[in-house]
Structures are given as structure tokens and as C-alpha cells.
């Protein structure tokens, strides 16, 4: 009896593991080229804050909803495929807005039609960054629209007398897609030294561009009148980050960068662009088509780390200060544009930038982990005016400072030897950042990695004014590394 009842349950334990083999056999492990995409694996959440399904359903009836572009190429596209405009000059005062204009119409052929949601472009494919759904910057439902930044008191117009955030969606074309491809595309940690040069990077022929929306409208910013709106859930001020509430946002700002060999012989090996958003030019005829009041602010290709003259034009601007000295820096001198506060010295940067910052200069700390922080602290130790705004810097002769406005190559650390380049991708940098976030949570644990040095999270905006205050009463001859330290949190 009892050798009967083994013999089943012997039986019954081999039937389960011949079920097994089977379920195992059917789906054999996939050949290396015919891997599932992360789409098809339905990997990467879409966004992470949003209104509940029931209230979407019943007040936003066949509203869009936004739907993450993560079928990254498998392949890098062929050199056939690098656009048409890599061949045009870009670093050639006469020429040079040409330059962007083509990078633009390049970045909105299929794209206005789609009313820029990637999927439906039909000229070509673009992609969106993993991750950004994660932590209380999160991306939001209705349009993808990730938090970024805060906006102050007269930083975008005299009229503006309230501060207000920044909102903002990145895009990648088919080059850049397949680096995001080789790092996320794992099933394991996604690798970091995709973007790391000299071997990895972001290659030739990359594309990427970002919409920045603002909730202030017209009545604050008077360049907004017709503006170009998208729906988004946010916080109801840049401080608040637990309540959301939903708004109409404003586009008020283009960036793209470029990465074209050309620029390597600047030190850098980006181009950046920018666009400011003009609703008085009243173009377009419909909501699809305002983006043609986007006016081209300039094109940066380097920091000019030979120009030292300490200068900026304090908010709330009323004349663009075009700096013609500069030679990796150029901007529009046309009325179209509404006035710029621009960044230190004249350089690029866009209206809702940091006047004290550059793009490149803040892009080249891009690195993981991300010990940089994004815009050092001496950018906010200085004179300031009544309105609270920085009139003059003081400390421009810290190390820390002229590291800023170096010129570093693409692919390289800010932080050498204990961080790899995010090739200048400071959204690389915050979804890695996001990443380990998530696996401590779910390990329950930390990673030696992390402990490489203070962290910053790639956020713009840097320190409240209250810090600055803080380190001013402590001192001028303060270190700039314990100084560094208090950006944390913006
Ligand atoms: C003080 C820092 C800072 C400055 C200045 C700055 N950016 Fe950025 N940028 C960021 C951060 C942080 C992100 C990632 C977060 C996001 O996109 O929401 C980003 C993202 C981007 C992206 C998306 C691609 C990527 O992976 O990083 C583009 C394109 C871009 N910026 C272009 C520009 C241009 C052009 C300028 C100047 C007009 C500029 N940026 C100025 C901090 C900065």
C-alpha cells in the first residue's frame, strides 16, 4: 500500500516535470538577432502620473492618451540615412541659421501632421526616453510630459509677475533610438557605457530635439497670445510634489542637439539649437501649425572658454545683448524674437534657461552616476537686483566655474574616474538615475556604485534663493565642494 502511494506521487512529480519541459520546449529561448523589442515586451511603462481610469474614461472621452515610442532600432541605420542638412554649414556666421532651420523642418517633417505624437509620423520614426515615468518628476499621462524646472518671477517678460514650472517631452530620431536600444534593450541593468566614449556614444547623424511647455499664458508672458497647447496633469507649482491638477500648457521653447563630427574640432562634438515660441507673429492657421511662430534664438557649438568678461542680462530682459565676440555662440538679431536674457556672457541659452548657464556648459557634466551638479553653485552667489534676480556673479574665478565653461569632448566624463559620459544626455542621466532609484526599492538595498560621490539629480534650476542667502552669509572663500553639496533638492 505504501510503496503503491510513493509510486504515484513519483509518478505524479515526474508528470509535472514532463509538463514542464513541454510549456519550456514550445517557446525556445529567441536567436540573437531575433531578440523582442522592448515595445513588443510592452517593457517600459508610458508615463507614471495621471488621473484614475474611471474619471478619464467619463470626463476625457477619446482624448488622447500618451503612449511611450520605445520600439527602439535594432539596427543603426546606414550612413545613407544621416539627414540631408548634416552637409550644410553650420559654423559660418552668414549661414548658420539656414543650418538650424533645416535641422528643424528635419525634426517636424511628418511631425505636425501627427500633431507630434511620434507613432503616428509617417516620414520617419522617432523615440522616447525610458523611465521619465519614475519618482515625483514623473511623466504625465494625457502628454508624456515630464516636470523639469521652475520658472521665476521675470525670467520670461517684464509683464510676468508670477514664477510658474516647466513641462517638457524629448524626441530621438532612428540614430539616436538604437543607442537607447543598446543600453535598455537588456534583460538585465541597462548598460551604462553605451554612451561612454571613446567606442560608445551617441553616433553620427543623431538627432534630438524637446517641446517645453509652460503653464503661464499670455497674461504673464505676453509672446504666448496664440498659443500652441497641449493638455497635461501637473503639480500645481513647481514646489508641490504630491498633488497634481489638470492645465493647458503653453509651448514656449525648441531645443535640439545635433551630433555631427564636424563640431569635434571645437572640443565638443554637439551642436545645440534653440527656438522661442512668438504667438504675436500669429502664424498657422491651425492649433497643428502654430509651431511655425517658433523663432530661432541661436546655435551654440562650444563654450567660447577664451571669453572671460563676467556678464549677464538680468531678468526681467528688455533687449536681447547679442555678444558678436563669441565665436562657438551665434543668435538671431531679427524683431521676430522676442527680447532673450540668453546665459553667462552672452552664450546660448533658452528663455526658460538659467541666464547664469549655457546649454553646452550644462549638458557636458551629463554622467553616471551623476555627481556633476548641473549648474554650480557660483552661479547663484552675486549682486542681485530688488526683484531678487542675479545681477552680477562674484565668484567667477573658482575653479568649479571655469571647469564649467570648458570645452569637453562628447562621450567624457565630467567626472572621470568615477562616472561614465552620458554623452552630454542629461536624460540618459535622469532615467539611469530613476533606474537604481526603482532596484533599491525593489532590492531593498544599495549598490557601492552609488556611493561614488555626492549625487545630484540631473534637474535644472538649481538652489532656492533662501540656500543662496545661506552661503552668502557663510562666506566667500567657502569651498566650492561643500558649496556643491547644498544643490541637492533644488
Ligand atoms: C542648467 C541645465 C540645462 C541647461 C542650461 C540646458 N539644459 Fe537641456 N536639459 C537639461 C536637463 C536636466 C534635461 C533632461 C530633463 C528633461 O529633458 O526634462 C535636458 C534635456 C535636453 C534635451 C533632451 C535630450 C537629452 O537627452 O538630454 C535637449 C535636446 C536639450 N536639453 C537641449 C538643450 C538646449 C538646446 C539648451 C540651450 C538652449 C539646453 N538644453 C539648456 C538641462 C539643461
Redesign the pocket.
Known amino acids: 500500500m505504501k510503496k503503491a502511494r510513493i509510486l504515484m506521487v513519483v509518478l505524479f512529480l515526474l508528470g509535472i516535470c514532463a509538463l514542464l519541459k513541454c510549456t519550456t520546449n514550445t517557446q525556445p529561448p529567441a536567436a540573437d538577432g531575433d531578440e523582442k523589442t522592448s515595445r513588443e515586451r510592452g517593457e517600459f511603462p508610458d508615463f507614471g502620473a495621471m488621473i484614475p481610469v474611471a474619471q478619464f474614461l467619463k470626463q476625457y472621452p477619446g482624448h488622447k492618451i500618451f503612449k511611450l515610442s520605445q520600439d527602439y532600432p535594432k539596427q543603426l541605420p546606414g550612413e545613407d540615412k544621416i539627414p540631408a542638412f548634416f552637409k550644410m554649414p553650420f559654423d559660418d556666421k552668414s549661414k548658420w541659421m539656414d543650418w538650424l532651420l533645416a535641422a528643424r523642418d528635419y525634426c517636424f517633417e511628418g511631425m505636425i501632421d501627427a500633431d507630434f505624437v511620434a507613432q503616428d509620423n509617417k516620414k520617419r520614426d522617432w523615440y522616447h526616453?525610458p523611465w521619465?515615468h519614475y519618482g515625483p518628476l514623473a511623466s504625465e499621462g494625457f502628454s508624456g510630459l515630464?516636470k523639469?524646472?521652475p520658472i521665476s518671477p521675470y525670467q520670461l517678460a517684464p509683464e510676468q509677475k508670477h514664477p510658474g514650472q516647466v513641462y517638457?517631452l524629448?524626441f530621438?530620431n532612428d540614430f539616436a533610438g538604437h543607442t537607447l536600444y543598446k543600453m535598455w534593450n537588456t534583460s538585465t541593468d541597462p548598460d551604462p557605457f553605451v554612451t561612454q566614449g571613446p567606442k560608445g556614444g551617441f553616433p553620427e547623424g543623431t538627432v534630438?530635439?524637446?517641446f517645453l511647455y509652460t503653464e503661464l499664458d499670455s497674461l504673464d508672458v505676453p509672446y504666448l497670445k496664440n498659443p500652441y497647447t497641449r493638455l497635461a496633469y501637473i503639480t500645481p507649482t513647481f514646489k508641490d510634489s504630491t498633488n497634481r491638477i489638470i492645465k493647458t500648457m503653453n509651448l514656449i521653447?525648441m531645443?535640439?542637439?545635433v551630433k555631427d563630427k564636424r563640431a569635434d574640432k571645437y572640443g565638443t562634438g554637439w551642436i545645440?539649437?534653440?527656438f522661442c515660441y512668438n504667438g504675436n507673429l500669429n502664424k498657422g492657421k491651425t492649433m497643428k501649425d502654430r509651431v511655425a511662430n517658433l523663432v530661432p534664438?541661436g546655435i551654440?557649438f562650444g563654450n567660447d572658454p577664451g571669453y572671460k568678461t563676467n556678464w549677464i542680462n538680468p531678468y526681467p530682459v528688455v533687449k536681447t545683448m547679442i555678444n558678436d565676440t563669441l565665436k562657438e555662440t551665434f543668435i538671431n538679431a531679427s524683431a521676430d524674437l522676442p527680447p532673450q536674457h540668453l546665459?553667462w556672457g552672452g552664450r546660448?541659452?533658452?528663455p526658460v534657461?538659467?541666464n547664469t548657464?549655457?546649454?553646452m556648459?550644462?549638458?557636458a557634466t551629463?554622467e553616471f552616476p551623476q555627481i556633476a551638479a548641473?549648474?554650480p553653485a557660483q552661479a547663484f552667489i552675486g549682486d542681485t537686483l530688488a526683484n531678487g534676480s542675479m545681477k552680477y556673479l562674484t565668484q567667477t574665478d573658482a575653479p568649479a566655474w571655469k571647469k564649467y565653461y570648458y570645452n569637453f569632448k562628447c562621450g567624457t566624463a565630467y567626472d572621470p574616474k568615477k562616472a561614465t559620459s552620458?554623452d552630454?544626455?542629461?536624460?540618459?542621466?535622469?532615467a539611469l538615475e530613476y533606474y537604481w532609484q526603482w532596484k533599491n526599492t525593489l532590492m531593498g538595498g544599495y549598490y557601492s556604485h552609488q556611493y561614488a560621490g555626492i549625487q545630484h539629480m540631473?534637474?535644472?534650476?538649481?538652489i532656492p534663493f533662501k540656500q543662496v542667502k545661506m552661503i552668502k552669509k557663510r562666506g566667500k572663500k567657502q569651498k566650492v565642494d561643500s558649496l556643491t553639496q547644498t544643490q541637492d533638492g533644488f
Not at 552630454?424 to 535622469?430: A, K, P, R, T
Not at 540631473?458 to 538649481?462: L, W
Open positions: 526616453m521619465l515630464a523639469e524646472a517638457a524629448g530621438y534630438i530635439f524637446k521653447q531645443d535640439i542637439m545645440f539649437g534653440n534664438v551654440q546665459g546660448l541659452d533658452g534657461d538659467l548657464a549655457s546649454c556648459s550644462c549638458h551629463g548641473l549648474v552620458t552630454f544626455s542629461l536624460q540618459v542621466s535622469l540631473a534637474i535644472r534650476g538649481g
